[in-house]
């Protein structure tokens, strides 16, 4: 069974940066794809961004788009989200994601495994 853990969330000023770090374990990292989700109160989770098995394709929303990078360590399990820039309406639960299939995914429903989230909060 997939075990998917995220930290490096907190709080964070306007303009500052954060790397969220997504621990997997339970299965061969290398068979999975991986995306970032996020949800702000209130409102549904949305697509931030996503990477392949490999590393070598990346999708983003247009909010994270130039401002978020995703990446991923094989070697350690562990994918990232690098968030620089950061924006009040950055604020939210962020979520990574598992899929047992190499190629990238931007739909929830694509996503068969999550992590329990890592509250991010931009203050103005």
């Known amino acids: 069974q997939v075990q998917l853990v995220e930290s490096g969330g907190g709080l964070i000023q306007t303009g500052g940066s954060l790397r969220l770090s997504c621990a997997f374990s339970?299965?061969?990292?290398?068979?999975?794809?991986m995306g970032w989700f996020r949800q702000a109160p209130g409102n549904e989770r949305k697509f931030v961004a996503a990477?392949?098995?490999?590393?070598?394709?990346?999708y983003y929303a247009d909010s994270a788009e130039g401002r978020f990078t995703i990446s991923r360590d094989n070697a350690k399990n562990t994918g990232y989200l690098q968030m620089n820039s950061l924006k009040p309406e950055d604020t939210a639960v962020y979520y990574c994601?598992?899929?047992?299939?190499?190629?990238?995914?931007?739909?929830?429903?694509?996503?068969?495994?999550w992590g329990r989230g890592t509250h991010v909060t931009v203050s103005s």
């Open positions: 990477i392949n098995w490999s590393g070598s394709k990346t």
């Open positions: 339970g299965r061969p990292f290398r068979s999975y794809a």
């Open positions: 994601a598992a899929r047992n299939m190499a190629s990238v995914a931007w739909s929830a429903v694509q996503y068969d495994s």
